[in-house]
């Protein structure tokens, strides 16, 4: 999927939709690897409910050996954006999401 910033107005954003005030990254070969997770169950959720209350990251282990990383999200839930820093080559080296809990400076540009 293609997004250009370039058609986004001022105050929008490419982001992810967290629940539960929880968000996660992993790779989409991972998708389906977590079964229960929609009824709230399964390695997820025991990850998760392992580092108890308060800010946390976490790693839940998958099927056939996907790993998701699991953290909590700024200010509950809500939409995030995020980026994608690559390489040279085009190859995923980081992500940062932006959880909005540190207010912008007045004046300073976005």
């Not at 790779?27 to 079964?35: E, K, M, N, Q, Y």
């Not at 990850?47 to 990383?69: N, R, S």
């Not at 839930?77 to 007045?106: H, K, L, M, N, S």
């Amino acid at each position: 999927m293609s997004q250009d910033p370039a058609v986004l107005g001022e105050d929008e954003f490419y982001g992810y939709g967290v629940d539960a005030g929880t968000g996660c990254f992993y790779d989409a070969a991972a998708d389906g690897s977590f079964p229960g997770t929609g009824e709230e169950e399964g390695a997820v959720w025991a990850a998760m409910e392992a580092v108890g209350d308060g800010p946390a990251v976490f790693l839940a282990g998958g099927e056939a050996g996907h790993t998701l990383a699991g953290f909590t999200s700024g200010w509950g839930d809500g939409c995030y954006p995020t980026w994608i820093g690559r390489d040279a080559e085009g190859r995923v080296t980081c992500f940062v999401t932006d959880f909005f809990v540190v207010p912008p400076q007045e004046g300073a540009s976005a």
